[in-house]
Structures are given as C-alpha cells and as structure tokens.
C-alpha cells in the first residue's frame, strides 16, 4: 500500500490537467481562471494550489508530459541512419504521439498568440526545430527545408484544418501521413515533385 499515497496525488494531477485543459479548449487560455477551474474539479482554491500555483504551471505540466516521448523518439532517431525509410517510420511515430495528444495541439492552434508569451511556446518551439533537422537531408536547397517543414506541420496543422471534413479520424491521419512522405520523399531526394 505504499504507493496508495503517491497514486492518489498523481490521479488528482491527472484530473486537474484533463478538466483545465477541457477549460482551455472551451474557451481559451487568457479567459480561464484557476477558480473556475476548481470550481469544475468541484475543489477549492486551495486544494487546487496543492498541486499548481498557477494556470501556466499546469500548462507546463501538460506540455511536459507530452514532451518527453517526444524527446524519446528524437533521440531514437539521431541514433539511426538519415535514411528515407526511417525518415518515415519517425514521421509515423510522430503521428502516433499527435493523435494521443491531440486536445493539447489543438489547444496549441487555437492559441498560438498567447502562447508566445509563455515559455511552454519556446519549450515547443525548440521540439519541432530538432524534429525539423531530423528530416532535412544534408546541405538542404531552401525549396527542401520548405518541403521538410510542410511534412511536419501539414501533420500539426491538419487535423484541425480537417475537422470539419467528412471522413474517419484514422483515415484522415493516413490521409495526412500520405501527404507528408511525399513531400519527405521529395526533399530526401533533392528534388521538387514531377511536372
């Protein structure tokens, strides 16, 4: 039973993550005050504090939980070879980590200008440059670093620009994923598509 104490308080971290993040979401990051986040917790202020100071706090925890699978496959990746095929099994696996975590990105697009005040938007910020170099080929013309970082953010990017298409939220992520190896293959290959 020794780890009751310490699940509980993780359960609870959990639980104020995924209510104030259903909060951000609703109604955005500026509009949403830690009352009214304890309020839907049905907790007080205070208990609330227990766990985060602050909303940025909170946002901080979401985005550090996130972050650190992502680390992972990074550092999966500059262990492997540059090749095309593990340029695309890193952008599947990306893919994977953005659907598990697809009401925090969703958050993110919804809320881009306020979260370039806050540190967890340079946190990011410096993800998705590593992930970006990670696809460049060596010495990459301007026209393939184009292409690498359209791969990248047509995965970021699409499903919100997809959410009002009908269609099966899987077949949208292959969809998407179809999209971004072309575009890696291209670059890969130093080339732009075929006239």
């Given at each position: ?9 993780s ?5 104020i ?22 309020e ?8 609330l ?18 972050v650190?699978p ?33 009401r ?10 306020e ?5 967890v ?8 440059d ?12 301007l ?14 990017a ?6 009002d ?12 994923l ?15 598509p075929?006239?």
């Open positions: 039973m020794a780890g009751t104490g310490t699940q509980r308080k359960d609870t971290r959990q639980r993550q995924d209510v104030a993040l259903d909060l951000f979401v609703e109604q955005g990051y500026e509009k949403t005050s830690l009352r009214e986040i304890a839907r917790l049905e907790v007080t202020k205070a208990a504090y227990y766990h985060f100071k602050t909303k940025e706090s909170i946002l901080v925890s979401l985005f550090a939980d996130r650190e992502l680390d992972e496959l990074v550092a999966w990746a500059r262990e492997q070879p540059r090749t095309l095929e593990v340029k695309q099994e890193f952008l599947r696996r990306y893919t994977e980590q953005l659907k598990a975590s697809s925090l990105f969703r958050f993110m697009q919804e809320n881009q200008a979260l370039r005040d806050l540190r938007g340079e946190t990011f910020k410096s993800r998705v590593a992930t970006l170099e990670l696809l460049l080929a060596p010495d990459p013309s026209a393939d670093r184009v292409r690498c970082m359209a791969a990248l953010f047509s995965l970021h699409g499903m919100f620009a997809l959410k298409v009908e269609g099966d939220p899987e077949e949208k992520y292959d969809a998407l179809e999209v971004s190896f072309e575009l890696l293959a291209a670059a890969h290959e130093g080339r732009g075929a006239a």
